[in-house]
Nanobody, 125 residues
Framework: QVQLVESGGGLVQAGGPLRLSCAARGSILSINAMAWYRQAPGKQRELVARISSGGSTNYADSVEGRITISRDNAKNAVYLHMDSLKPEDTGVYLC???????????????????WGQGTQVTVSA
């Protein structure tokens, strides 16, 4: 089974930088789009940044210019580089990926959306 493993979350002072990492593990055939979402208590989950298999990117208006998404296909990984963080950036950040995977040793191959468990980012004032 494919798993998305996240790391890099933590507590950071306002204005500081933070880098999140997410690596996909398992019987992976290929990965299409990868993205980062975030959600705070009482708020809807929102797309922070997305990167296609070809490297095209999209960002939420609230983070444009402060966040950069990148990927390393050789490592099946996606990264979120954040700078000039604000208290309103606080939330659980979730890795998302659309992946072709071998589910049973070559008989069944499926395209599915996977989610990481989430990593907490807290920005203090």
């Amino acid at each position: 089974q494919v798993q998305l493993v996240e790391s890099g979350g933590g507590l950071v002072q306002a204005g500081g930088p933070l880098r999140l990492s997410c690596a996909a593990r398992g019987s992976i055939l290929s990965i299409n789009a990868m993205a980062w979402y975030r959600q705070a208590p009482g708020k809807q989950r929102e797309l922070v940044a997305r990167i296609s298999s070809g490297g095209s990117t999209n960002y939420a208006d609230s983070v444009e210019g402060r966040i950069t998404i990148s990927r390393d296909n050789a490592k099946n990984a996606v990264y979120l580089h954040m700078d000039s963080l604000k208290p309103e950036d606080t939330g659980v950040y979730l890795c998302n990926a659309v992946i072709w995977a071998d589910e049973d040793g070559g008989i069944t191959q499926r395209l599915r959306t996977y989610w990481g468990q989430g990593t907490q980012v807290t920005v203090s004032a």
